[in-house]
Structures are given as C-alpha cells and as structure tokens.
C-alpha cells in the first residue's frame, strides 16, 4: 500500500521549521526524521498527515556532547552515531547497552533517537533507559522553549507531551555516579524486534552497601514504568540475593500485568521478575561490590 497524498516541506533551519510547524499547527502535520516508523504508518494508512515537514536538513540537532553534568543528544541524530559515541560509551554505557537491542543495522543508520522517544512505543527499549536516567526533553516552538522531564515526556503509548507545533531538539542525560555499574536485557520474538519485556538497571553502591539505585522496565504498562518499589527496596540495604529477590518481587507486586493476543500476563509477569533479578545483579556485580 502507498500513502495518502500529503504536501512535502523540506525546511533548511530550525527557524523555518518551527514556523512551519506554527503555521500548520491547525493542520495534520508531522515531522519526518529517519522515516522508520512514520513512513510505515503512512503506507499502511495508520496514519495520513496532511503536510510533511522534513528535518533531515537541520545537521545542526545531529550531536553528542558534553554539557557540565550532562551529556547532551541532538534529536536528529542517528542511532547508531548515538550508540557508538565515545561519550556515550564512556559516560552511558546503560544506553549504549540497550541499543544493541534496538531494531537491525540498518534501521539504526537512518533511525533517530528523537523520533524514537517522540513515536514512543511502549516496548521501545530507549524510552526505558532514558526513564531510569532521569533525562530531560528539550522542546521548542515559535512560542518558546520548555524542558519537561521523562515521567511528563512519556505519557502513554504512542503519546508524549511534545504538541503538534512544537519539535523536540535536545536530549540531555544526567551522567551517573562513577561507581555505578549497569545492566539492560531483554526478551523479544526474534533479535532486533521490540521488546517484550525490558530492564535497565543502574546501581551504585560503596562497600556492599547501595548508595542508589535507578531502574525501569519496558513493555508491561503503558510506557517505560519506573520500577521505584524495587528501587526503595534496594537504597541502603546492603548487597545480597535475598535483597535483589525481595526488591523484585515488591515490584511485581506492585504492577498490574495484562493479557495481549498470544502472551498471557502471567508470561509478561514471569520474564519481568526474573529479568528484574538478573539485572539487578549483573548491575550489582559491575558495581564490584557484591558480597
Ligand atoms: C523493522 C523495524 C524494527 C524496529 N525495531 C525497533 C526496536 O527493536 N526498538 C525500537 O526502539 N525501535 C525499533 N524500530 C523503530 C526505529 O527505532 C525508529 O527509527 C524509531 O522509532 C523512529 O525514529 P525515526 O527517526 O525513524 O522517526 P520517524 O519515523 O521519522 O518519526 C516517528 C515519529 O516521531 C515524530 N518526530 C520525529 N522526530 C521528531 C522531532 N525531532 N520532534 C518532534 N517529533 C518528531 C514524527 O513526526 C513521527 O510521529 C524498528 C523499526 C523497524 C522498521
């Protein structure tokens, strides 16, 4: 099937763009990046914007960079440029992990990390990560600029706070405590699909004890849920497995799983507790401080 006809807008700054998103706020607009979901939804009628605003244009939101305790990534920058970026090796080895999860090499190449968070598909394994990290969303429009946090960015599926007039055109991550240690699996169909169930874990912790601990889990609500039962369970305790055991299970008590076509909650529940100890562990472990 091919897409219903649209009016194509290829603007050459961010200005134009923004003042084409105002001028068709009223309009079905939307912004084309790396095309890997919209182009789809198009061809398959699930969606038939009016007017198509390319960004492909606007080199200057591809980057990753340093900013004082954060690093900061461009919406229109490519997965792969994000996975295998220095900075993003050294300081978010978390996000760096969960993208080798993340769809084939090719869908990576021309993918973005705006249009992923902004296409928000609650099993996407990047919204996960950026919700256990506490990241920030940098959005702009003719009328200003505001940053909102992840648990106001991500508000259901396929849902975020970003309106139709306004483009998303900065990430900024918070770098984690330097005794950290990380750990991001998941269970999909085949590699490379979206996840069923996914967890990013993010520990620190000095002489056995846990200092904080950052955690979400993909694919069993809504959005990225942030695992913070499983979270207080584990801050001040002191490293063991009946600690990462009962900090699991305090949180899966605290979910409400559900049935989908051909994958019973009881399944979803299963993969995320088991999954949720795994991580916790080998989180534990590259922290070094497991007794
Ligand atoms: C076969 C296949 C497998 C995949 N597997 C996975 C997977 O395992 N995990 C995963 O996370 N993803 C997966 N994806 C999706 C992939 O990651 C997409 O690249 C991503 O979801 C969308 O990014 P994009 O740049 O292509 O955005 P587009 O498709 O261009 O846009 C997506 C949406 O975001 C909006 N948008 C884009 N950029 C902005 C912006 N800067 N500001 C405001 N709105 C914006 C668009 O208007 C549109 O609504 C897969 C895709 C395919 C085709």
Redesign the pocket.
């Given at each position: 099937m091919k897409p219903a006809p649209f009016d194509y807008r290829r603007p050459a700054t961010k200005a134009e763009a923004l003042r084409l998103l105002s001028d068709h706020r009223d309009d079905d607009a939307?912004?084309?990046?790396?095309?890997?979901?919209?182009?789809?939804?198009m061809n398959f009628r699930m969606?038939q914007?009016t007017v198509i605003?390319d960004?492909n244009r606007l080199s200057d939101?591809a980057f990753v960079e340093e900013r004082g305790e954060c690093i900061a990534i461009g919406?229109?920058t490519?997965?792969n440029d994000v996975m295998h970026h220095l900075l993003v090796r050294i300081h978010l080895p978390l996000l760096a992990m969960a993208y080798e999860?993340?769809?084939?090499h090719t869908?990576?190449n021309?993918?973005?990390?705006?249009?992923?968070?902004?296409?928000?598909?609650a099993?996407?394994?990047?919204?996960a990560v950026l919700t256990a990290l506490d990241a920030e969303f940098v959005?702009e429009s003719t009328e200003g600029v505001r940053v909102v946090g992840a648990d106001d960015f991500f508000l259901g599926v396929?849902t975020?706070a970003?309106e139709t007039h306004?483009?998303?055109?900065e990430i900024r991550i918070p770098r984690p405590n330097a005794r950290a240690g990380v750990s991001f699996e998941e269970v999909?169909l085949r590699k490379?699909?979206?996840?069923i169930v996914s967890v990013a874990v993010e520990i620190a912790a000095d002489d056995g004890q846990i200092e904080s601990a950052r955690i979400a889990i993909g694919g069993v609500e809504e959005r990225a849920l942030r695992a913070e039962a499983a979270e207080q369970a584990l801050v001040g305790a002191s490293l063991s497995d009946d600690v990462i055991q009962a900090a699991a299970a305090a949180q899966i008590d605290a979910i409400s799983f559900f049935d989908a076509p051909g994958l019973s909650a009881a399944y979803r529940r299963d993969t995320a507790k088991a999954l949720l100890e795994r991580n916790i562990r080998a989180a534990a472990a590259r922290a070094g401080r497991m007794n």
């Amino acid at each position: 099937m091919k897409p219903a006809p649209f009016d194509y807008r290829r603007p050459a700054t961010k200005a134009e763009a923004l003042r084409l998103l105002s001028d068709h706020r009223d309009d079905d607009a939307k912004i084309l990046a790396g095309g890997q979901s919209l182009v789809p939804m198009m061809n398959f009628r699930m969606a038939q914007p009016t007017v198509i605003i390319d960004i492909n244009r606007l080199s200057d939101l591809a980057f990753v960079e340093e900013r004082g305790e954060c690093i900061a990534i461009g919406a229109l920058t490519r997965h792969n440029d994000v996975m295998h970026h220095l900075l993003v090796r050294i300081h978010l080895p978390l996000l760096a992990m969960a993208y080798e999860n993340v769809a084939h090499h090719t869908i990576r190449n021309r993918g973005t990390i705006g249009g992923n968070v902004v296409h928000a598909d609650a099993a996407s394994e990047v919204p996960a990560v950026l919700t256990a990290l506490d990241a920030e969303f940098v959005i702009e429009s003719t009328e200003g600029v505001r940053v909102v946090g992840a648990d106001d960015f991500f508000l259901g599926v396929f849902t975020t706070a970003v309106e139709t007039h306004e483009l998303l055109v900065e990430i900024r991550i918070p770098r984690p405590n330097a005794r950290a240690g990380v750990s991001f699996e998941e269970v999909s169909l085949r590699k490379g699909d979206f996840a069923i169930v996914s967890v990013a874990v993010e520990i620190a912790a000095d002489d056995g004890q846990i200092e904080s601990a950052r955690i979400a889990i993909g694919g069993v609500e809504e959005r990225a849920l942030r695992a913070e039962a499983a979270e207080q369970a584990l801050v001040g305790a002191s490293l063991s497995d009946d600690v990462i055991q009962a900090a699991a299970a305090a949180q899966i008590d605290a979910i409400s799983f559900f049935d989908a076509p051909g994958l019973s909650a009881a399944y979803r529940r299963d993969t995320a507790k088991a999954l949720l100890e795994r991580n916790i562990r080998a989180a534990a472990a590259r922290a070094g401080r497991m007794n």
